[in-house]
């Protein structure tokens, strides 16, 4: 997608995958991952999500990547706290308690940015991307993360061509990731708030080969 339509989005409010809950399948199925108490967690195209206070509870330190200012602004703004960002080369970086968010194109950023990332957490990253921009997302992981590292990855299944989000079927996580990680889907669930009959969430569990 075009950077200009997410900072639209950001702009206007119209963030509907923003979820007050944590993530259900973040809750239930992480502790699957072979990831060390205090890894650091890569959470990409990572909005302002509040799964990543739910991972810092957990011990983690969190590295939030997000192309919106505003998401990041907001994230710790909502916790109560002003964080004045840190301009580091051509990004903003903020960092609290743990958290760090850095504002840029996730395509964009240096190697070193990723450097000592434990574990990476993905929901609505690769099905917010239309196809070939996916191939790129998948590429970036397999090169930056390192061997042991596991991924929960978080996707939807449905029956047309519409986005985002964009449906990703497991044929295509597969493709995209194999044999770099070996893929074990965990388990699938229509939604609760389903927009479509043959809507289904599907969690997977990535490990870096
Ligand atoms: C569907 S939202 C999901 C946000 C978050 N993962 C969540 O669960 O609430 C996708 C987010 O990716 C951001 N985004 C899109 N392209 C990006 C890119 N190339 N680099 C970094 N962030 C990007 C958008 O601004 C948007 O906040």
New binding site residues.
């Given amino acids: 997608?075009e950077?200009d339509f997410?900072?639209q989005?950001?702009r206007e409010g119209r963030?509907g995958?923003?979820?007050q809950a944590f993530?259900r399948w973040l809750t239930e199925y992480w502790s699957r991952l072979n990831v060390a108490p205090d890894a650091r967690v890569l959470?990409?195209?990572?909005?302002?999500?509040r799964?990543m206070l739910w991972l810092r509870e957990q011990g983690h330190a969190v590295l939030g990547?997000?192309?919106?200012d505003i998401?990041c602004r907001d994230f710790f703004y909502e916790q109560g706290v002003e964080v004045t960002p840190v301009t580091v080369d051509n990004y903003h970086r903020r960092e609290r308690d743990g958290i760090t968010l850095i504002t840029?194109?996730?395509?964009e950023l240096p190697w070193e940015v990723f450097r000592g990332i434990g574990a990476v957490y993905?929901?609505?990253?690769l099905?917010?991307?239309p196809p070939a921009?996916r191939r790129r997302y998948a590429q970036r992981l397999v090169q930056r993360i390192e061997p042991g590292v596991e991924m929960l990855l978080v996707t939807l299944e449905f029956g047309d061509e519409s986005g985002?989000?964009f449906a990703v079927f497991e044929n295509e996580v597969r493709d995209l990731f194999e044999p770099a990680f070996t893929v074990i889907r965990l388990a699938a669930e229509a939604p609760a708030n389903a927009r479509r009959d043959d809507e289904r969430e599907v969690v997977y569990l990535l490990h870096r080969q």
């Fill in positions: 997608m950077h997410w900072h989005r950001w963030i995958f923003h979820q993530n959470v990409p195209l990572c909005g302002k999500s799964d990547v997000e192309l919106s998401a840029a194109d996730l395509f993905d929901r609505a990253a099905i917010a991307l921009m985002p989000p």
